[in-house]
């Protein structure tokens, strides 16, 4: 069982629609990190939340973090191929830095 | 190019050889961590690092893998007697000091064992 639980693993959509990645956990989190990964790359850091009901944005993509800090959402808007691929949510599971990754959603856009 | 760098990307080893692998931090960034993922799992942490000391080698496994960070140079992770099973990609990433939690990552070096 994975300490951060991502849905769905898998979204196929098409260009123009919406979409929402979730995260979540039954431990609190003191942040939590948000990450793409190419094919064959390392993980790009997308965004830090920090606070509980925190909300970021970063062009067509939301980013909240609940309240209780123990789930936090992506929501793309207007979906393009670009945005095509694993998206991965990480944090700091207790005082360490080490992080601790959910298993990902892997996200195709077809044009 | 200011970001985590890593090095060779590519390594293929046959069971019995060591590897080594190494990463330079960010500029500026003094702490590194590793982190593996093997082929259809997801990233698991490794072993953190700062300069001279091992904060915390809680992912590392006990037999043949061994981690350092020196004064001067990179950080390498070295992999003794490589078996198959140790086949992956294996990614650094560094941190300031100041905000461990947002690390930012080398593209890491995929290692196939024949």
């Known amino acids: 069982t994975q300490l951060l639980e991502q849905s769905p693993q898998f979204l196929s959509i098409q260009e123009g629609e919406n979409l929402t990645v979730y995260c979540n956990s039954s431990?609190?989190?003191?942040?939590l990190q948000w990450y793409r990964q190419e094919p064959g790359e390392g993980p790009v850091l997308l965004v830090t939340?920090?606070?509980?009901?925190e909300v970021k944005k970063l062009k067509r993509l939301t980013f909240q973090f609940g309240d209780a800090r123990k789930d936090s959402s992506l929501h793309i808007t207007a979906a393009q191929p670009g945005d095509t691929g694993l998206y991965l949510c990480a944090g700091p599971p207790g005082a360490g830095n080490m992080l601790t990754f959910g298993g990902g959603t892997r996200l195709m856009v077809k044009p | 190019n200011a970001g985590v760098m890593q090095n060779p990307r590519h390594l293929v080893r046959r069971r019995g050889q060591e590897a080594r692998l190494r990463c330079s931090p960010m500029?500026?960034?003094?702490?590194v961590y590793w982190y593996r993922q093997l082929p259809e799992e997801g990233l698991k942490f490794m072993v953190y690092l700062q300069k001279e000391n091992i904060i915390d080698e809680s992912g590392m496994p006990k037999e043949r893998f061994s981690a350092e960070f020196p004064k001067e140079g990179p950080s390498i992770l070295r992999i003794q007697q490589v078996v198959r099973g140790d086949s992956a990609a294996y990614f650094c990433?560094?941190?300031?000091?100041?905000?461990?939690?947002?690390?930012?990552f080398g593209p890491g070096t995929r290692l196939t064992v024949t």
């Open positions: 431990s609190v989190f003191s942040s």
């Open positions: 990433a560094s941190s300031l000091a100041t905000s461990g939690y947002e690390q930012y």
């Open positions: 500029k500026g960034h003094s702490h």
């Open positions: 939340v920090v606070t509980g009901g």
